[in-house]
C-alpha cells in the first residue's frame, strides 16, 4: 500500500481529504469576503492553509510511515516547519496553475468582483453558460435592475432564459422594495415613539 498524505487505510484516506477540503474551502471563503475579491492571492493563502493542515493532521494522526526519503518530524518546531513547508508548496503549485489558466483562457479573475451577484443570479436560474453574453456586454452588477429584453437580446440570450432572467430581476425589485417600505415604517414608528 501506498504512503503519504492521500493514501493508507479508507480511515487515513477520509480524514486527510476532510481537513484538506474544510480548510481550504472554508479559509478561502473568508479571506474572500475579508478582501472583496476573489483571485490568486486569496485562492493560495486558502491552498497555503490547506497545506498546512493537511501537513499537520498527516504527521499527528499516526499510524501512516513515512514515504521513502522522507522524515517525519517529531519536535513542535518539526511539525511547524513541515506545515509551513508543505502550505508554501501547495500554495505556490496553486497560484502557478492559476497564473497558467488566466493566460491560456485570457480571463483576469479580479474582474470577478463586478459580477458576483450576476454569476450568482445566473447559478440561481441555472443559465450559467450565459456569463460570457454578460461579461461582453459589460452587464455587470450595477446593471441587474436595470436589465431589459432588448439589452438580454442584445447580448444574444434566448427568449427562455431572457423570461427566466427578467423575472428574477422583477422579483428582486419587489423584494427590495418591499424592504425599503418596511424600513421607512419602522422609522416612521421611532419617529411617533420618540415624539
Same mark, same amino acid.
Not at 167 to 177: I, K, L, P, Q, T
Given at each position: 500500500m501506498g504512503t503519504g498524505s492521500f493514501s493508507g487505510p479508507p480511515k487515513v484516506l477520509a480524514l486527510n481529504l476532510a481537513v484538506f477540503t474544510a480548510v481550504q474551502g472554508g479559509l478561502t #471563503?473568508?479571506?474572500?469576503?475579508?478582501?472583496?475579491?476573489?483571485?490568486?492571492?486569496? *485562492? %493560495?493563502?486558502?491552498?497555503?492553509?490547506?497545506?498546512?493542515?493537511?501537513?499537520?493532521?498527516?504527521?499527528l494522526s499516526g499510524g501512516q510511515s513515512a514515504t521513502p526519503g522522507q522524515v517525519k518530524p517529531t519536535t513542535f518546531t518539526g511539525y511547524i516547519t513541515d506545515a509551513a513547508r508543505t502550505g508554501i508548496l501547495f500554495a505556490a503549485l496553486n497560484g502557478a496553475f492559476m497564473q497558467a489558466g488566466q493566460w491560456f483562457s485570457g480571463k483576469n479573475t479580479s474582474e470577478d468582483v463586478y459580477y458576483f451577484h450576476t454569476v450568482s443570479m445566473l447559478r440561481i436560474l441555472g443559465l450559467e453558460k450565459y456569463e460570457r453574453n454578460f461579461r461582453k456586454?459589460?452587464?455587470?452588477?450595477?446593471?441587474?435592475?436595470? #436589465?431589459s429584453e432588448s439589452s438580454l437580446r442584445e447580448v444574444k440570450?434566448?427568449?427562455?432564459?431572457?423570461?427566466?432572467?427578467? *423575472?428574477?430581476?422583477?422579483?428582486?425589485?419587489?423584494? %427590495?422594495?418591499?424592504?425599503?417600505?418596511?424600513?421607512?415604517?419602522?422609522?416612521?414608528?421611532?419617529?411617533?415613539?420618540?415624539a
Open positions: #471563503l473568508a479571506v474572500k469576503r475579508y478582501r472583496g475579491v476573489d483571485d490568486i492571492q486569496t *485562492n %493560495m493563502i486558502g491552498m497555503f492553509g490547506a497545506g498546512a493542515a493537511l501537513s499537520l493532521t498527516t504527521n456586454g459589460l452587464l455587470m452588477d450595477d446593471c441587474l435592475t436595470l #436589465l440570450i434566448p427568449p427562455g432564459p431572457r423570461l427566466k432572467i427578467l *423575472n428574477y430581476v422583477a422579483a428582486s425589485r419587489a423584494h %427590495m422594495a418591499d424592504c425599503a417600505a418596511k424600513q421607512q415604517g419602522v422609522h416612521e414608528e421611532q419617529g411617533v415613539y420618540r
